[in-house]
């Protein structure tokens, strides 16, 4: 196929809250464009972009898949990002490859909890966006409403580029305010003809009250436009398409349009304006790294001339070709069959072929330039956030943060045929997500999988017997405790076996203090004058490293600790090693005993959003749960309550929400920071574990 020039190209997300109708607008965009011939519906489980079994049986989607598509001579890549606050790992990770989004709101409710959360992950890695009011046939649709919740809560600057002509099941189109024209759907061919004509008299008053704020807005982005805006002069189609894209590409504003997906109506004038308004890869700023030689900033911009550079953002186990990686190419070409560099893990890799993914069919292709995207076949020990690039320029692109899991279970094969399934099955599973864990607990001899909420493990044990066949028997969600230390102590560690032969010694002298939370472990060594030989000082802090493992309350990791090394001893013969990380784990399990150790839980931020007569029962129920209410808002006729909850609180939550509410209520939760467990609830939990 030929090449797309890279000003024809879009790299764009669909982002938004659960069920705002994002992969129906992500079907009908595919259908347009001529992808799919019958369109998918999430309601009876066909969606193309929702592949997975269980995507398509819970009607949400897990995995962000890379799609290509074409309108009007431009290329567009869709990655589609989940919803579900679980999979916040899966949006951060698209975002960072992307240059552009689309906001799917639903018009009945506006800015929901998880939009919040999403545009904020936007706003971080500074990702231009269009907003889509989508669901305008619904009872109780309001484009006017949504659109002052876009600024009431997210604080964004939106600038409706259309207004709709009628709303609920008198939804009929809407007025183009660009080009002041009406745009009235078809229904017979399902709103694929739309017919473009005057507007209604009734709504020419208020077409141009929004063109004129519309205008405004834009006469902050270009001088020309507030010249004449002032005098009142007409601005033409074309300026105010040329300011709308600046705006949009700097992040000055929002461009919003409405629509209903399921609908077909508004489809085709959502993928104009991401043509119009999105910007190309050459738009974007241009990718920055690090020199893996000489720490040295390292920029490379969007052009096949410059040295080939690219970021893996997805890793998937497919059934047919194996392992595929998701890349987002910065600069540069690859061709299928040639090696690459991966200078995040120092090793070189053959790319054998290179696919272009429409989401569940795939084309195989020779190469893939700057701006593009595809996924490359035989990459063994690339995982997600890695940098593949030319190994005589090499670079390290950011790589992308990954959160901690906060929630664990203990897993188990059914039978012993499944035994080792399940410790490959689960390697692949890792590989794929690296927000989620596996460990291997010695003393219970369990297998632990951690995650980021309960929905995110129940998808990884489903696909554990779905897609690798291993029957699992999986026992109850455990939190992630964690120990750490309140007081500094100073401790000495001795190891020494002298008993005929070659002895053993090591001697060390430690002194521990307090972090403050989140630092992890520093570790420092203030040896003088040689009392350890330098080669032993790094087997001292590994010894101290793997200590920390299981702390001495409970068995958690210890965090927030530095330790200081600061004296000790060694014998010519007897040292090694081996001997000084011995007395390095010993010398930190000491100290830590003396310096006021405590359980550390995680808390979670829980929002709820609640009809107003439930109110009182919610929050009765947030308080019996150890929860601190941080703040209340009435939103339309909910309430908004916003809480800390302890994590270990938080089991079963749905389900009591659920039959508290009659179903009517819905809450968020996630990950905010480690907080000290009250003393009688850390004594019963230490007796537990100690009891076990």
């Known amino acids: 196929m030929s090449r797309v020039p890279l000003e024809m190209t879009r790299n764009i997300g669909i982002m938004a809250h659960i069920d705002a109708g994002k992969t129906t607008t992500t079907e009908r965009i595919l259908y347009y464009t001529g992808v799919t011939y019958k369109i998918g519906e999430v309601h009876d489980g066909t969606a193309v972009m929702d592949w997975m079994v269980q995507e398509q049986e819970r009607g949400i989607t897990i995995t ?31 975002l960072r490859v992307l240059d552009g989004a689309v906001a799917v709101f639903d018009a009945v409710a506006g800015v929901e909890p998880q939009s919040e959360t999403v545009w904020r992950q936007a706003n971080k890695y500074q990702v231009p966006r269009i907003a889509f009011m989508n669901k305008m046939d619904r009872v109780g649709a309001d484009f006017f409403m949504s ?9 964004a600057h939106p600038v409706p580029i259309q207004i709709p002509i009628g709303a609920e099941e008198k939804f009929a189109g809407c007025v183009d305010l660009v080009k002041m024209k009406s745009i009235q759907y078809d229904d017979e061919t399902l709103g694929a003809r739309y017919v473009e004509d005057a507007i209604p008299d009734g709504l020419v008053p208020q077409a141009r009250e929004y063109r004129e704020k519309m205008i405004e807005a834009l006469s902050d982005i270009d001088e020309n436009i507030m010249e004449k805006f002032l005098n009142g002069e007409e601005v033409t189609e074309q300026e105010i398409k040329v300011a709308l894209r600046k705006g949009a590409v700097n ?76 890349i987002r ?3 540069g070409v690859l ?25 569940n069919k795939r084309e195989e292709i020779k190469e893939v330039a700057a701006g593009d995207i595809a996924a490359a076949v035989g990459l063994k020990s690339t995982l997600t956030g890695d940098t593949l690039c030319d190994e005589k320029v090499p670079v390290v692109l950011e790589s992308i943060e990954f959160p901690e899991p906060v929630i664990s279970v203990a897993i188990e094969p059914k039978t012993k045929a499944d035994q080792e399934k399940l410790s490959q099955s689960l390697a692949k599973l890792a590989q794929e997500d690296p927000s989620f864990r596996v460990s291997f607990n010695e003393e219970t001899g369990q297998t632990i999988i ?57 001697h ?38 793997e200590a920390m493992d299981s702390g001495v309350l409970a068995g958690y990791p210890v965090v927030d600790v530095k330790a200081t090394l600061y004296d000790g001893s060694y014998h010519e013969v007897d040292s090694s090693e081996m001997a000084f990380k011995i007395a390095g784990s010993m010398a ?52 908004i309550i916003r809480a800390e909850v302890p994590l270990s609180e938080m089991f079963g939550y749905a389900t009591d929400l659920r039959s508290k509410t009659q179903g009517r209520a819905t809450y968020t939760m996630q990950f905010s920071h480690y907080e000290d467990v009250p003393k009688g609830i850390a004594d019963s939990i230490i007796a537990k574990v100690k009891g076990e």
Not at 65 to 74: E, I, S, V
Not at 147 to 155: F, N, S
Not at 513 to 531: D, H, Q, S, Y
Request: proline share 6%; charged share 25%; aromatic share 8%.
């Open 64 to 94: 962000s898949a890379a799609t290509t598509c074409f309108w009007k001579d431009h290329r567009i890549n869709i990655i589609d990002t989940p919803g579900h606050v679980d999979f916040t790992i899966e949006v951060e990770r698209s």
């Open 450 to 506: 951690s995650g980021m909420g309960e929905l995110h493990l129940e998808i990884i044990v489903d696909r554990l017997v779905r897609e690798f066949n291993v029957g699992a028997n999986v026992g109850k969600p455990q939190v992630a405790y964690r120990e750490t230390i309140k007081a500094p102590a100073k401790a000495e560690g001795k190891f020494v076996r002298q008993s005929g032969g070659r002895g053993q010694y090591g």
């Open 329 to 331: 190419v910065y600069s």
């Open 147 to 155: 659109v002052k919740t876009m600024v009431d809560r997210l604080g």
């Open 335 to 359: 061709s299928a069959g040639s090696y690459v560099y991966n200078s995040t893990k120092d090793v070189k890799e053959r790319v054998g072929r290179l696919l272009r993914m429409h989401a």
């Open 251 to 326: 992040l000055k504003l929002t461009p919003v349009i409405c629509g209903t997906a399921f609908k077909n109506k508004g489809v085709q004038l959502l993928l104009d304006a991401i043509v119009d308004y999105l910007p190309s890869p050459l738009e974007v700023p241009p990718v920055v790294g690090i020199s893996p030689q000489n720490n040295s900033e390292v920029v490379r911009k969007a052009s096949e001339g410059e040295p080939f550079s690219a970021l893996a953002f997805k890793v998937m186990t497919d059934p047919f070709v194996g392992q595929l990686t998701f």
């Open 508 to 545: 060390v002298y430690v002194n521990l203090e307090p972090l403050e939370p989140g630092k992890g472990f520093e570790f420092a060594n203030k040896i003088v004058g040689g009392t350890i030989p330098r080669e032993y000082i790094p087997a001292v802090e590994k010894g101290i490293k």
């Open 588 to 639: 930190f399990k000491d100290g830590v005993k003396k310096a006021k150790p405590v359980l550390l839980e995680p808390i979670m931020n829980v929002e709820v959003v609640t009809p107003e007569g439930y109110m009182g029962d919610v929050m009765g129920d947030l308080n019996s749960r150890r929860g601190k209410i941080q703040s209340m808002e009435k939103r339309g006729n909910a309430q």
